[in-house]
């Protein structure tokens, strides 16, 4: 099994930065990509950014440009910089994990990014 735990959300002004952190245990052998999802208050979970083993990441529209994915393999932790935040960007932040075979195999508990103006 993997476990994925997610720190760094918190309270920022609107043009502010956060930086949220996922740390992966268990079997970190079967985790290939990994990525960030987000959901807003009644609103559905949506995909925010992916980065796969060797590094390479695909980020959502909404958040190009703006939020840096990254990964230390050594460390088992991916990271999520986010910059020139805006009050649309308040959601819980969750990560997740896929297999080789591309099932999600671990969803983080969330963390909460709060964005006000």
């Known amino acids: 099994q993997v476990q994925l735990v997610e720190s760094g959300g918190g309270l920022v002004q609107d043009g502010g930065s956060l930086r949220l952190s996922c740390a992966a245990s268990?079997?970190?052998?079967?985790?290939?990509?990994m990525g960030w999802y987000r959901q807003a208050p009644g609103k559905q979970r949506d995909f925010v950014a992916l980065?796969?083993?060797?590094?390479?990441?695909n980020y959502a529209e909404p958040v190009r440009g703006r939020f840096t994915i990254s990964r230390d393999n050594a460390k088992n932790t991916m990271y999520l910089q986010m910059n020139t935040l805006r009050p649309d960007d308040t959601a819980v932040y969750y990560c997740?994990?896929?297999?080789?075979?591309?099932?999600?195999?671990?969803w983080g508990q969330g963390t909460q990014v709060t964005v006000t103006q």
């Open positions: 268990g079997s970190i052998s079967s985790i290939n990509v």
């Open positions: 980065i796969t083993p060797d590094g390479i990441a």
């Open positions: 997740n994990a896929k297999s080789y075979y591309g099932t999600t195999i671990a």
